[in-house]
Nanobody, 122 residues
Framework: VQLQASGGGLVQAGGSLRLSCAAS????????MGWFRQAPGKEREFVAV????????YYGDSVKGRFTISRDNAKNAVSMQMNSLKPEDTAVYYC????????????????WGQGTLVTVSS
């Protein structure tokens, strides 16, 4: 599976962005899909994951209630709507694919996109 993330940009605090991740490969629908982020000088952090069917989602505590992950298996795509953005959400956001159900761990993801930068100004 090859992944291509897009949709990052500069937004003011309180604003919204929608990230997208396009996947290639016929096996996309077999994978749980996650979003992670990495701020300068920090470790990569779990943000959200959605099950292969789209029926189950989990979120990191810092984004619960503000971010929503979704997927469209017919289009080989996963998205994440980010609302009420805060300066601390500033990071490079990565989409990733895993066979491990509901995984929060970077080490359990098999494929990674190249990342898209989100900058939230105060």
């Amino acid at each position: 599976v090859q992944l291509q993330a897009s949709g990052g940009g500069l937004v003011q605090a309180g604003g919204s962005l929608r990230l997208s991740c396009a996947a290639s490969g016929r096996t996309f629908r077999r994978y749980d899909m996650g979003w992670f982020r990495q701020a300068p000088g920090k470790e990569r952090e779990f943000v959200a994951v959605i099950s292969w069917s789209g029926g189950t989602t989990y979120y990191g505590d810092s984004v619960k209630g503000r971010f929503t992950i979704s997927r469209d298996n017919a289009k080989n795509a996963v998205s994440m709507q980010m609302n009420s953005l805060k300066p601390e959400d500033t990071a490079v956001y990565y989409c990733a694919a895993t066979f491990t159900s509901g995984s929060y761990s970077v080490d359990q993801y098999d494929y990674w996109g190249q990342g898209t930068l989100v900058t939230v100004s105060s």
